[in-house]
């Protein structure tokens, strides 16, 4: 079999859709290497470079020119005999020739339509038209959770039997064993404390950093934050200073991947109360890391937690105050749930994923 697909965020997304996209071809090319993997784009960067020296993932250029992405990227997999051409974000191209191949569109939420608060006017709009597009002329939908095939249900009125959900897995950094110099070296760089709570994702509204840092003042507990600010961070950035809170809220940056890895395993708590999230691929992260999480009982969290997470009202800063003391006082009570959650997250590992996507593309050429 050949599959083509628009790798766009492949080589140009560091995290969320780009994780998704590297991991996805990753996992196909180990676990099924007798099929071919076409990579569309006008150009490549350094991103899954070691993905690409596997002798079936191959770059190809597509047509240049403006909205070539829309109107020939399509064609271009056609004319390297592609059976399947899949749009890995929500996005198909709108023009074909008659040449046959089925198209995939993956979707990972609608946000955008859930909560129009946190886009503009004019995203909102283009988002919906790409997204109805896409849905309309794919043969299959894959979601990546339940929460988020409703949504595409209820939102862009598609049948149910025209989607499947296929969770994603994470970067093999968070299942491997760093050695104890490059765990000892990651926590003098960044000068983290002896024991902390971890929140990783972009710092923006959705995400309620806010609330975190509301749940741990006047506490002694310190709290380590890894993600790219956005104008929001101004808003935590005041609540830490006027509560005189600067020692007890690290923010680190330029942080690898495998020292994110270690992190997320240094870390007494992974705490992440994001208002509403597509898959929320952080909670899968820590529960490879066998780092006890606190998340949202809102949206996918809890299909992403499993049953020993901890959950938490986002709204409600005193609830999750309440459970981050618990854990944080209760070193049985970490170890339990975090052990549970390591046997629940074997169902996100690279196997088992590769396996439904795989039967996945077989079902719809046959």
Known sequence: MKIAFDAKRFFHNTSGLGNYS???IRILSQYFPE?????????KSERGKEILEQNNVHFIESSKGKFSRQFKMGKDAQAQNADVFHGLSGELPLKWDKTPIKKVVTIHDLIFMRYPQYYSFFDRKIHFWKFKKAVESADKIIAISEQTKQDIIYYLKVPENKIEVIYQGCH???KENQSEDFIQKTREKFSLPERLILNVG?????KNLLNIVKAIDKTEIPLVVVGR??????????FIRKNKMENQVHFLEGVSMNELAVIYKLADIFVYPSFFEGFGIPVIEALFSKTVTITSNTSCLPEAGGNDSVYIDPKNYLDLRSKIQFLWDSESERKRRADKGFEFVQKFNDEPIANELMSFYQKIIS
């Not at 972009?202 to 959705?206: A, G, V």
């Not at 600010?229 to 005041?238: A, E, R």
């Open 172 to 174: 093999h950094a968070f």
């Open 22 to 24: 590297r991991d996805l």
């Open 35 to 43: 099929n071919e993997y076409i990579l569309l784009n006008k150009n």
């Open 202 to 206: 972009t710092i923006e509204e959705r």
């Open 229 to 238: 600010k956005t104008k929001y961070f101004k808003k935590v950035q005041y």
